[in-house]
Nanobody, 121 residues
Framework: QVQLVESGGGLVQAGGSLRLSCAVT????????????VGWYRQAPGKQRELVAR???????EYAEAVKGRFTVSRDNAKNIIGLQMNSLKPEDTAVYYC???????????WGQGTQVTVSS
């Protein structure tokens, strides 16, 4: 069974940095062959979950406008790790961050349990 486990969240002052990691376990070659995209989403209180950054087939990198130039998404296929380096953090980046793997076949989406990121002003 494929599982995603995030780590690296926490409390940081505005202007600071955090690095999130997502360990993917239980995947094999057949699973990896149908992965469309890997990346990160976030959900702030009272708001819908939104895309932060992802790596799609190509590979192509996609970023939300709000994080362009500050966040960097990465993927280590050998270690099955998806990373998110977050620099110049702002209070509006405060949210629960979720790791995601999107497949071409059902079930289309796998999610981690989420990790809280809080940025104080």
């Amino acid at each position: 069974q494929v599982q995603l486990v995030e780590s690296g969240g926490g409390l940081v002052q505005a202007g600071g940095s955090l690095r999130l990691s997502c360990a993917v376990t239980g995947n094999d070659q057949s699973f990896n062959a149908v992965v469309d995209a890997v990346g990160w989403y976030r959900q702030a209180p009272g708001k819908q979950r939104e895309l932060v950054a992802r790596i799609t087939a190509g590979p192509n990198l996609e970023y939300a406008e709000a994080v362009k130039g500050r966040f960097t998404v990465s993927r280590d296929n050998a270690k099955n790790i998806i990373g998110l380096q977050m620099n110049s953090l702002k209070p509006e980046d405060t949210a629960v961050y979720y790791c995601n793997v999107h497949n071409q076949i059902l079930p289309y989406d796998y999610w981690g349990q989420g990790t809280q990121v809080t940025v104080s002003s």
